[in-house]
């Protein structure tokens, strides 16, 4: 499959189409199908453009009469370069892309253009889908893919794709390269920790212990490197929990960010808070915990200041 890298990223300009549908000798044979707002004088109709009008005419004419052509193909890249998010548009392009045999790699090549330029848009990664499911075989997706995150390494619509073709096509045990690449560059984006955990938990076997125990090393050098960012502190929080090893594991290792002795070197407030749960378990801790959850309501983080003192409350009727 060619590469899509030499889409000229940003904003395409859009080539009217030359001759209008109903001035086409190709398009003579139809009969166009208005769309019907309620009437003569509907109380709010939208304002499309007389090309996009057009456009919409035809293709409601070609779907009445279940019309699958090449021009029907020409039809609907003509309304997707007008508005990319038509869904209707969408399903019929794939209707009558199946319908004809078309060459579904050509189709991927296009669509690889009109992702890259329309970079929010659920719609295409839908068709892509169908597309994907129709030709049975991912090559070239993880490539393309890397280049949308070159754009927008948190884009939702790309992350669940890739989930469901890891799913699709048991691509488990390559994907870990790319994320510790995606994280190396960014070690804030919660997009490809969230991909981590898919690609350790979400498969039919369980990680091994060893598995387990060069991840949570992995997780801790990401948070030496941001003791403040909140995404490794929460895979931690699920890595452990998944393989049932309890939070007072880690005791040490978050006493190195939230020394109670020295409040004022408080480097993670995430610290505090998974020290304030160890302490609360804890015989003879209580003490500890109180003062941690304090020093996250009164210093650390007082925009959740109600929460934290709520967890106080709880600490203090428990031990009642």
Do not use: C
């Not at 189409?17 to 709010?44: C, E, M, T, V």
């Not at 929010?120 to 129709?134: A, G």
């Not at 403040?228 to 880690?250: C, D, F, H, T």
Request: net charge negative; glycine share 2%.
């Amino acid at each position: 499959m060619a590469s899509s890298t030499m889409v000229k990223k940003g904003k395409a300009k859009r080539i009217a189409r030359q001759i209008p549908y109903h001035a086409d000798p190709k398009w003579a044979d139809i009969i166009p199908l208005p769309q019907d707002d309620g009437g003569p004088n509907p109380l709010s109709a939208i304002a499309y453009t007389e090309e996009y009008t057009d456009a919409m005419d035809y293709l409601r004419a070609v779907m009445a009469k279940d019309e699958h052509s090449e021009r029907v193909l020409e039809l609907t890249a003509h309304l997707v370069g007008m508005n990319a998010a038509h869904y209707t548009v969408w399903l019929y392009r794939a209707q009558t892309l199946f319908s004809l045999d078309s060459d579904l790699r050509a189709e991927i090549q296009w669509l690889n253009n009109i992702a890259l330029l329309n970079l929010k848009n659920y719609q295409i990664w839908h068709h892509r889908q169908l597309l994907m499911e129709r030709l049975g075989d991912p090559t070239g997706e993880r490539e393309f893919i890397m280049e949308m995150f070159e754009e927008d390494s948190k884009n939702y619509h790309v992350w669940s794709y890739r989930q469901w073709l890891v799913r699709k096509y048991n691509l488990w045990d390559t994907e870990m390269p790319d994320v510790d690449e995606l994280l190396r560059k960014d070690v804030r984006n919660n997009s490809a920790w969230n991909h981590r955990f898919f690609i350790l938990f979400a498969r039919d076997t369980p990680p091994s212990q060893e598995t387990i125990d060069k991840e949570i090393e992995y997780i801790k050098t990401a948070i030496f490197q941001a003791p403040q960012n909140q995404s490794p502190w929460n895979y931690l929080r699920g890595v452990l929990g998944k393989a049932r090893i309890p939070l007072s594991e880690i005791k040490e290792f978050a006493q190195q960010f939230a020394p109670l002795d020295s409040p004022d070197n408080v480097k993670s407030s995430h610290a505090l808070d998974i020290l304030a749960e160890i302490y609360a378990e804890e015989d003879g801790k209580k003490e500890d915990a109180i003062k941690a959850l304090t020093l996250l309501a009164d210093t650390y983080d007082p925009v959740r200041a109600n929460y934290w003192n709520y967890r106080k409350t709880l600490i203090v009727a428990a031990a009642a």
